[in-house]
């Protein structure tokens, strides 16, 4: 855990807001600042419903993990702008189900990290858990450096949870998204969510986060966003809103959210 108030703070300059550490206050994490807290707050205050998504966002990643895990027999998962750590990460799920499960997490922060290097720790006997320190605007180096620990000979699971939205060029997102799969194997999964456009509020939240100094998010439609599986096969039931993927809660409300599961074939 990192304390907000060490001159770990000071080093890395955090009064500025930043994304991860937004998203991990809305998940009621304790890693993040009062920039961050300002931020997300005045984005709750116009679109309240930000907080049920990042927690359900949660939800899906663990439920998405669990299905690749138990069900699609996956053992290598890629998780790309995966953010600070809160509760059931990829890591977990999945080793809990596999214990030999290979993970490479995927960010630019500094701040995860930190964070990182205690994942290191948490690295089973049969398994292996490490990070990359990477953009996902190259997507070779990301390749070239998770590939030191998982074999893209054999199906991997590439995981896009809720980032994508920073890149504001539907082409560049395709683009990245297509790079990466190429590189890997038949029977390997691409697990993508993202927020849409789908209310005025969402639109409305959106904006506000920009004017509290947030980094500037693009919303899609889901027609623009199933565009990234091109070439896939989607896993039941397709692309849907995040809380209705195979839930475990069949009262989950509706929210601005779209994901899906696709496997390459």
């Known amino acids: 855990m990192v304390d907000p108030d060490s001159e770990l703070a000071s080093r890395l300059e955090l009064e500025v807001p930043h994304a991860a550490r937004i998203w991990n206050y809305w998940m009621g994490g304790k890693d993040n600042f009062p920039a961050d807290r300002a931020a997300g707050a005045a984005v709750a205050e116009v679109y309240p419903e ?7 966002s949660r939800r899906f990643l663990i439920r998405a993990v669990r299905h690749l895990a138990a069900e699609a027999g996956i053992r290598q998962f890629l998780d790309v702008g995966t953010g600070l750590p809160t509760m059931q990460n990829t890591h977990e799920v999945a080793q809990k189900v596999a214990p030999e499960s290979r993970i490479v997490y995927v960010d630019n922060d500094p701040m995860v990290l930190v964070h990182a290097r205690a994942l290191l720790a948490s690295t089973t006997a049969e398994g292996l858990t490490t990070y990359v320190h990477a953009d996902y605007h190259d997507p070779e180096k990301i390749l070239a450096e998770a590939a030191e620990a998982l074999d893209f000979r054999e199906p991997v699971a590439v995981m896009f949870m809720g980032v994508l939205g920073y890149e504001p060029d539907l082409d560049v997102v395709r683009s990245i998204v297509e790079r990466m799969m190429g ?3 038949s029977g390997s999964h691409l697990v993508l969510w993202d927020g849409t456009d789908t209310s005025p509020a969402v639109v409305d ?5 920009v004017e509290s100094g947030g980094v500037p998010y ?10 990234c599986f091109e070439g896939l096969t989607m ?7 995040i809380a209705q993927w195979r839930p475990d809660d069949l009262h989950a409300e509706h929210i601005d959210a779209y994901g899906a599961v696709a496997r390459k074939p």
Request: glycine content about 10%; charged content about 20%.
């Open 218 to 227: 693009v919303l899609r439609s889901p027609d623009q966003l199933a565009g």
């Open 183 to 185: 590189a890997t194997a």
């Open 50 to 56: 930000i907080v049920v998504m990042a927690r359900q």
């Open 235 to 241: 896993v039941e039931p397709g692309l849907v809103p």
């Open 205 to 209: 939240g959106a904006d506000k986060l």
